[in-house]
């Protein structure tokens, strides 16, 4: 519990919530809760799901998590470490009523600010008063309503632009749309001028303030809080004074509410898959869209046109619409790519060729997609003038979600998002700037104020709202089923890690299916000697010292294995590619960062010292055994020459090899990473780096949770 004090690392990267701005404003306004480090700072989550796993039956349980942020990041996000505070029954949302079901909880958070509680701590031997406080809430945005009172519908949807939110609303489409972007550029911009490309209007606007939780505290004043069926009608975008505000310091919390990229990601994958590939129902792109154009007076050039007798509506071909063959290529891409295993699921069984439309994925598919996938037939189908932006949003999600970032890169980030969403307003109509396409421009500040977006978005909640749909037994009181299991887990975890004494035997387990390795033990024979050539090998460099397996290392082998797959402390997998070539994912491909000498030329008298990437896949993983002293597991590639595309891309040729005589590398020195084979050229694939869920940078050091799987 002391590890965000006295374990993280403090410099200029936001690791942990405590490296973000609010968790500093909370520490210096309560100096008294900040001098005890064991105090504890939690987060809130809520969200509704059906507990009979099926859509036939309508049904709606609302569990209300905690979680611990003064742990490390490979443990304050797991499930074993969330708090189940309350589970609020179905089989209705609770919607503003939700303050209610909330009101125990409160009451106990505001003792443990006041009074606090008599805690023993071990590691000292001493017995000490702990305090705790609320951080913030993590939902979506339909949640967001219900926890916080602000009315996310409506004119003043953003409840971070609040009173300030540019909106629209669009006769043929009936709906709002929020675009008016620009008022986020800086005042000498010539886009605030340019009327034309944009709302046909010049932008004077500043950049909305946020409102602070003393300013909501105010304008709550005069808001009626009744419940219950008979509710007045409100004028404004509050719906109700939050709960929260009963707590003493939830006024003065610098974040309160937090946005979920992860919904977000989700909606707008939506968006542009749905317009791009012009699916029915789904494509922001239609008739009363264009009309909408047509009475905003922008874009002439796609106002629909009336034609025979006017009894029907030709719509013109916009920057971003594909041909049915475009369409295809399109899918295609997604339909044969190969993922690594664990990073979604299987994508190419949402695709349908046939009516090329791509439909029933999930949200870590969306995000992705959004991430790796959709930059890559994107850059060769469209044009510029609409691949680009797109590319460039992918851009900022994938680096937004890294689990280390500086406040550089956050500053560059916010100014990267107000770019790109101002030319996706020239492309794109009116009607696709709903408000999920506006948010990604608070989602920048909101890193520089909470810390690193694993902490504070939906994907744990979620997952463990699916732990807590496994436990359902009994269909006539569901809930009743969840507590009891719930209890029942809680009480064994306690007992198995605490009351159990001796120690634990970890047993090897045995394959036991075809997904398991398939290894084959070999002595040493002249297959040895053709494995590995006479000569020492070099495999990779390490900090600039290369690993040789000389003649005297290979006297020393007894023997070695084959093996077709290998586990790096079990969070992550490589594959052969023989082994992966019938499997729907890919764990081939490898990249190492090494110390190398570059020269321009034959006759260049300064070469450069610095870190070069290289690329292959692994044909070969062969475990050295020293007689019994040590194990080395080598993994034999293929390297290929990489180049970078006009947009930034690094591409590799499979029929281009490269670094032949030097195949061989250690495990223990790359990185996972997966290809993407080109939209038109077959040999060209593109390079994509991942970093696994449980693996975190800490200072210098990798560590992870090595008990999770």
Request: aromatic share 10%; charged share 25%.
């Amino acid at each position: 519990m002391r590890w965000h004090d006295e374990e993280r690392r403090k410099d200029e990267k936001l690791r942990h919530p405590a490296d973000g701005q609010s968790w500093k404003d909370f520490g210096n306004r309560h100096t008294n809760f900040a001098l005890d480090t064991r105090n504890v700072r939690l987060g809130l989550s809520s969200d509704g799901f059906n507990p009979y796993r099926t859509m036939s039956i309508s049904h709606s349980t609302w569990p209300v998590v905690l979680m611990a942020y003064n742990l490390s990041p490979w443990m304050s996000m797991k499930q074993e470490y969330f708090m189940l505070s309350l589970l609020i029954p179905g089989p209705k949302s609770p919607g503003n009523d939700i303050d209610i079901y909330l009101q125990p909880l409160i009451e106990e958070l505001k003792e443990l600010w006041e009074v606090g509680v008599e805690t023993y701590d071990a590691s000292k031997n001493e017995t000490f008063p702990m305090y705790t406080a609320l951080l913030w809430t993590i939902s979506d945005f339909s949640t967001y309503t219900m926890l916080s009172g602000w009315s996310t519908k409506g004119k003043l949807a953003c409840p971070c632009c609040n009173h300030g939110t540019c909106s629209n609303y669009l006769t043929y489409s009936r709906k709002m749309c929020y675009m008016g972007h620009r008022a986020f550029l800086p005042e000498d911009h010539p886009w605030r001028a340019n009327k034309r490309s944009f709302n046909g209007k010049v932008e004077h606007r500043q950049a909305p303030p946020l409102l602070s939780g003393t300013e909501a505290l105010s304008q709550l004043e005069y808001v009626d809080n009744s419940f219950g069926k008979l509710k007045p009608k409100k004028d404004g975008p509050w719906k109700k004074r939050s709960i929260f505000f009963d707590l003493p310091y939830w006024q003065y919390n610098t974040s309160r509410h937090n946005l979920d990229v992860m919904h977000i990601e989700k909606h707008i994958v939506d968006s542009i898959l749905g317009t791009l590939l012009d699916i029915s129902g789904k494509t922001k792109d239609h008739t009363n869209a264009r009309y909408d154009l047509q009475e905003m007076g922008i874009r002439k050039n796609l106002h629909p046109k009336k034609t025979n007798g006017n009894k029907k509506v030709k719509l013109a071909k916009a920057c971003y619409s594909m041909t049915n063959a475009e369409k295809l290529i399109f899918c295609d891409v997604l339909k044969t790519a190969k993922l690594p295993d664990g990073s979604a699921s299987n994508i190419s069984r949402c695709v349908n060729l046939l009516e090329r439309r791509i439909s029933g994925y999930k949200t870590h598919d969306a995000h992705f997609m959004l991430h790796y996938l959709l930059q890559i037939p994107i850059k060769g189908i469209l044009p510029d003038q609409v691949a680009v932006p797109l590319i460039r949003l992918g851009s900022f999600f994938r680096q937004l979600c890294q689990k280390s970032i500086t406040l550089q890169e956050i500053d560059q980030l916010e100014e990267d998002i107000i770019t790109t969403l101002c030319q996706l307003e020239r492309i794109f109509p009116p009607s696709f700037f709903d408000i999920m396409i506006h948010l990604p421009i608070h989602l920048a500040n909101e890193v520089r104020l909470g810390g690193p977006v694993q902490f504070r978005w939906m994907y744990p909640p979620e997952r463990y709202m699916c732990t807590l749909k496994s436990y359902v037994r009994n269909r006539s009181r569901p809930e009743g089923s969840i507590v009891e299991a719930y209890l029942v887990e809680e009480c064994l975890t306690f007992c198995s890690r605490y009351l159990h004494s001796g120690v634990q035997t970890k047993l090897n387990r045995q394959p036991r299916n075809n997904d398991e390795p398939n290894n084959s033990m070999m002595e040493t024979t002249d297959a040895f000697s053709n494995l590995f050539p006479k000569r020492g090998v070099p495999l990779g460099a390490k900090k600039g010292e290369p690993f040789l397996l000389d003649d005297n290392s290979r006297e020393q082998v007894h023997s070695y294995i084959l093996l077709n797959c290998h586990k790096i402390d079990d969070y992550v997998r490589f594959h052969t590619r023989q082994r992966e070539v019938r499997r729907k994912t890919q764990n081939s491909g490898v990249t190492l960062v090494a110390l190398t000498t570059s020269f321009a030329s034959t006759k260049d008298a300064n070469p450069i010292h610095g870190n070069v990437s290289y690329y292959g896949r692994v044909n070969d993983i062969i475990e050295l055994d020293y007689y019994g002293n040590f194990k080395v597991t080598l993994f034999k590639c293929d390297w290929y020459e990489a180049r970078e595309d006009a947009y930034g891309s690094t591409y590799v040729h499979f029929n281009k090899k490269c670094y032949q005589e030097e195949p061989f590398v250690l495990a223990c020195q790359v990185h996972q990473c997966f290809y993407v084979q080109d939209a038109v050229d077959k040999n060209k694939h593109y390079v994509m780096k991942t970093v696994p869920r449980d693996l975190f940078s800490i200072s210098d050091q990798v560590d992870i949770d090595a008990e999770d799987t």
